[in-house]
């Protein structure tokens, strides 16, 4: 199949939080932080691609760009050739700081193939997500980009699915982020190959838990967010973030590493007045971001005036 008449895709997708302390690569959070992007089919085979904010410096212009790549491997399984496009990219999600970077431009490119294909006036979710998860390897941030709000993600043989759930409107995310970044394969590689029993029992329960403190009982969040399965493992390398974790719990409040790090998600419960003072606490060169839950990836077409 391939497309005479060029049309435009432009695909809004939100940064996502994935374990949430004791999920680990099964619960993601999407926040109100996006990166936004245009594609459009060209008649002839060139690749144009326009990078403004986040990376506009350093990420690539050609085939290497993971949009791009998304974008084409995508479109083969929907049945649609690409040859010419032009991207352009507006990005406000911080790379390298475990913020689901790479899974918001994955899903950017496999929502942009999918209503890209004729006949598709609206975003098949499930096939998304299962696109998706398959480029970037793991469900976790995907499913909270796809789908918004609290995504509980799993594996059904070789394809990803996932169950979105509302969150409860006293909970206000505020999200801590670092000037430095930290390579998520660092990350994994400090993780041991076996935990102690008890230790994958108590972070099991503790995932249940969290999901009804998210959901319905915002004040047993600090409970909840305990884990023992790879926040410890990973402390060490990222000393500013373990300090910060800390203080945020000795306060009362439930932080906890989002992603593989290094920045940090606390989850504030609204009308405790705990917001107000989170500023005095940051390491220098950190800065913060009060946001929502977002609603997650939206996408509109529109076609190129003659």
Do not use: K
Not at 74 to 80: E, I, S, V
Not at 92 to 110: D, E, H, M, N, Y
Not at 215 to 222: D, I, R, V, Y
Not at 270 to 290: D, F, K, M, V, Y
Request: a negative charge.
């Amino acid at each position: 199949m391939q497309l005479t008449d060029p049309v435009s895709v432009h695909v809004r997708v939100p940064a996502t939080s994935a374990n949430l302390g004791p999920g680990f690569d099964a619960l993601g959070l999407a926040l109100s932080l996006y990166d936004e992007a245009t594609v459009t089919l060209r008649p002839d085979n060139q690749v144009v691609i326009d990078i403004q904010g986040i990376g506009a410096a350093s990420l690539p212009r050609d085939e290497d760009h993971l949009l791009l790549r998304s974008l084409r491997l995508a479109a083969q399984r929907f049945g649609l050739h690409v040859g010419g496009v032009e991207i352009r990219v507006r990005n406000a999600i911080p790379q390298g700081r475990g913020l689901g970077s790479s899974a918001a431009t994955i899903t950017a490119g496999v929502a942009a193939a999918w209503m890209l294909v004729p006949g598709h006036d609206r975003l098949d979710l499930a096939e998304i997500l299962a696109v998706a998860a398959h480029i970037e390897g793991h469900p976790d941030n995907v499913a909270a980009c796809v789908q918004g709000g609290l995504a509980i993600s799993w594996r059904s043989g070789d394809r990803a699915a996932a169950v979105a759930v509302p969150v409860h409107r006293d909970i206000e995310p505020v999200l801590f982020v670092p000037a430095f970044e930290f390579s998520t394969d660092t990350a994994r590689g400090l993780l041991p190959a076996t935990v102690p029993h008890a230790d994958a029992a108590f972070t099991a329960g503790r995932a249940a838990l969290l999901i009804h403190a998210l959901t319905a009982a915002p004040e047993l969040l600090l409970e909840a967010t305990e884990d023992r399965l790879h926040q410890d493992y990973r402390a060490a390398s990222m000393p500013e973030t373990t300090l910060l974790l800390q203080r945020l719990r000795r306060r009362g409040i439930a932080g906890v590493v989002s992603g593989a790090g290094p920045s940090l998600l606390a989850l504030v419960i609204a009308g405790t007045g705990a917001q107000s003072n989170l500023e005095s606490i940051l390491p220098p060169g950190w800065t913060r971001h009060r946001l929502e839950v977002s609603a997650g990836v939206d996408a509109a077409v529109e076609f190129a005036a003659e």
